[in-house]
């Protein structure tokens, strides 16, 4: 397939390899049913809308939302057992994608993570940014700005390995990884950069594969070229990367929000790392973001069938 380059392209492309079936948990949520709306009308996703019926219908009659296009599944349990019954819808084959909808992100990962019909792989969850910015000629990914804060080594590898999935599902044949930290020497006194030059040295001996990685590089050179230059940074990856992957839950939310609130940008985010894809949006999220992040979902999810 074609490298997809920007948001507007991606819509596209969920278009092509879709309508795809998500399943979302607790779906008396205006904003999650608008999303599941606009999807629909896209063309990218149907869904089963689980939860309790009487307000999904007092919901969907607000915004005008006509149910006989959805499966609506009666589950007045609660929080909990509806996550689960969602979770299972996709654990069963039914549907290929799960979203959150009006229940907290605990339940909602406990459903997830349940060992009898959850969506366990063995993998570790993450969480990605997917960033179209004006005036570059790629997508940027962030990793992981949301979900693990300190994470450790191990951690990382999952972490990359995710990331390096979901660009692969963009059409990215080799994605360029920066390790990111402070500063683009090894310094002892800064884990972030001796992490960094580890997971490197993984990659060039081939125990990370299907990328390229090079760290650490502080967040100038990893994407300009002219910085990278200028200090003498000789590297494939410094200047062109297409994953930003970064050492911490702070450093990744700051970067994600600053490219958000200081770029013109279009932007989505999804969890990584189960069997299926997950789509977990945040009330601060708008309407596109939260279409971008079902598209996002169902170019993996066609990723995973092939």
Do not use: W
Request: with cysteine; net charge negative; charged share 20%.
């Amino acid at each position: 397939m074609e490298q997809i380059r920007s948001l507007d392209q991606l819509l596209e492309y969920a278009k092509q390899v879709g309508p795809m079936k998500i399943s979302v948990a607790c779906a008396e949520d205006a904003e999650v049913m608008e999303a599941v709306e606009n999807a629909r009308k896209a063309g990218i996703a149907n869904a089963f809308l689980v939860g309790n019926a009487d307000k999904i219908k007092e919901v969907a009659d607000k915004l005008g939302v006509d149910l006989a296009n959805f499966d609506v599944v009666d589950e007045r349990g609660g929080e909990a057992p509806a996550a689960l019954k969602a979770v299972e819808l996709v654990s069963s084959g039914q549907a290929q994608i799960v979203m959150k909808g009006m229940v907290a992100t605990a339940n909602f990962l406990r459903g997830i993570l349940n060992k009898e019909k959850g969506l366990r792989s063995g993998k570790t969850l993450s969480h990605v940014y997917i960033h179209q910015i004006k005036g570059y000629d790629r997508i940027f990914f962030v990793s992981d700005p949301a979900f693990n804060m300190y994470p450790e080594l191990k951690v990382k590898i999952d972490i990359v390995k995710n990331v390096v999935e979901l660009a692969h599902a963009f059409g990215v044949e080799c994605p360029k990884v920066a390790a990111l930290a402070a500063v683009e020497v090894v310094n002892p006194d800064m884990p972030p950069t001796v992490d960094a030059a580890l997971l490197t040295q993984m990659n060039r001996r081939g125990q990370i594969k299907g990328c390229l990685i090079d760290g650490p590089l502080a967040l100038d050179n990893a994407v300009s070229p002219e910085s990278a230059h200028h200090q003498g940074i000789k590297s494939d990856v410094a200047g062109y990367a297409d994953i930003l992957h970064v050492p911490t839950i702070e450093s990744g939310n700051m970067l994600a929000k600053a490219i958000v609130y200081f770029s013109e940008n279009k932007t989505a985010g999804i969890v990584l790392g189960a069997a299926a894809p997950v789509v977990l949006t945040s009330r601060a999220d708008s309407a596109e973001a939260k279409l971008l992040s079902i598209a996002s979902a169902v170019a993996l999810a066609a990723h995973k069938n092939k």
